[in-house]
């Protein structure tokens, strides 16, 4: 049985987003399902797009989502290159074969005659694909032409007649006409390959046996076998993904503010709840299961589960994958991903960052949210008063005052500021003077914090905020609701 060798080949135009890590995820587990190769080529032959330090951004990424590859540019390999540019001397011979076999011609159009050739047609309202002009000029003439240093480039010439087809694993046998399929360009002027191709060579040389890439190249497909079949090789098995959409009409994009792979981790996303939700976009494990490591999807992936239709990204849906893996978590690994947030408000406060942590990690969903969460404990936020009054604790200004004003002389008496000495001796106070915890601890906790919903109670905020500090903001509530 031929060895399963797939590949992920990124263009270095930006930051990896999300339907392209999805691609990147699903192609690493096909190969890791079946022990084969995961490989990483880098498609560089439209330069004019490329953009500084994309490539280093590409390997950083798929470290970051746990994809190892076992072939790619920066770790070699048995078929390298792994970048297109450096294999540009590979895609000319296969191309000037083409020419000899009569299914590829060298095209001398400069680019004034196909715009205005392309006008003509669109005001006739008519669709307009290269109209094999080149391909009448004698062999002779066009090899002398090329030899002279004239511009040219080389296209695929698409038979006139008949249909194309091809074999896909998830949408079954896609035919087309030939007669509606363009004589792209395979070579382009600078002597670099097109897309379309350097994928056809490079698959080939690599051993590719299963190709993954999104339905959009679905069109293509067949001109890629055509090319096959002309060289005399044995297509790949294509695998073609159904896109990520943000929404019912609008596809995932950059473009549009829509987060990138390295935009969610900064703010604060677990990779590991990034990867089992990106699983979940178009993929299903055929049960209700939904949380998984990398390693169970490297086990349970497999192709019957893919789904035909077109996968909405939900932001919520990943926001509440993401609190759930954080709450799963080991509390030191919380703790290190916390610390960072925690500094962007309480840096130099002196605030027990464990204790915080304690907390917090029920509470967090995302970690850029932590620094909203928690800045009261550095600047209280102004209030209204009427947040004293509880229905469910029967508390009201009147009532929140006098519970103030006894907890006051409570906490002053405090000297040992622990979180056991506040427990006590505050429930201490409460039971012996014959009232209720939730009287209040209630307007305590409103007192120190400002808020109607904090991490922690009167007690934890207390201890957090240190005996200064508390007492300051207690007078300051007895002092505003006297007035």
Known sequence: ????????????????????????????????????????????TDQEREVPGA????????????LSYDEGPDMGGDYGPYIQSERKESYMPYALQLIESGDAYPCFCTK?????????????????????????????????????????????????????????????HVEVPTNTLDDGVLIKADGLPTYN??????????????????TEYLSSAPKYNLLYKALGWEPPLYLHLP???????????????????????EMGYVREAIINFIALLGWSPGDDREFFTLKELEEVFSIEG???????????????????????????????????????????????????????????EVFNRIPETINFLKTQPDYELTLFE????????????????????????????SETALHDNMIGAIKEAGLKNATVLWPVRIAISGLA????????????????????????AIERLRN
């Open 453 to 476: 919903s904090t991490p922690g109670g009167a007690v934890e905020i207390a201890y957090l905020l240190g005996k200064e500090e508390t007492l300051r903001r207690i007078k300051n």
């Open 1 to 44: 049985m031929q060895e399963v060798r797939t590949r992920f080949a990124p263009s270095p135009t930006g930051y990896l987003h999300l339907g392209g890590l999805r691609t990147a995820l699903y192609t690493y587990l096909l190969a890791r399902k079946n022990k084969g190769k995961f490989i990483l080529r880098i498609e560089d």
């Open 390 to 417: 509880h229905k469910k604790s029967k508390s009201t200004q009147e009532s929140s005052l006098n519970a103030l004003e006894f907890m006051l002389l409570v906490l002053e008496g405090i000297d040992n500021w």
């Open 197 to 214: 191709f350097a994928n056809v060579i490079d698959d080939h040389l690599m051993k590719i046996s299963h190709v993954t890439r999104g």
């Open 112 to 172: 004034e005659e196909l715009d205005q050739r392309r006008k003509t047609a669109q005001d006739k309202g008519e669709t307009w694909k290269y109209d094999k002009k080149c391909l009448h000029i004698p062999k002779d003439e066009a090899k002398r032409r090329m030899q002279s240093g004239e511009s040219f480039v080389i296209r695929q010439n698409i038979p006139e007649e008949g249909s194309a087809s091809f074999d896909d694993m998830l949408f079954g």
């Open 306 to 364: 893919l789904n035909k239709s077109p996968a909405i990204f939900d932001m919520n849906k990943l926001t509440w994958f993401n609190g759930e893996y954080i709450r799963k978590m080991p509390f030191e690994d919380y703790l290190t991903m916390a610390e960072p947030w925690f500094d962007k408000e309480l840096k130099g406060t002196g605030i027990d960052y464990r204790y915080l942590a304690q907390l917090m990690q029920g509470r967090t």
């Open 55 to 66: 490539i280093e951004l590409i390997y950083k990424s798929l470290r970051q989502a746990g």
């Open 243 to 265: 896109v990520v959409m943000k929404d019912a009409t609008r596809k995932l994009s950059k473009r549009y503010g829509d987060p990138s792979f390295e935009d969610l981790l």
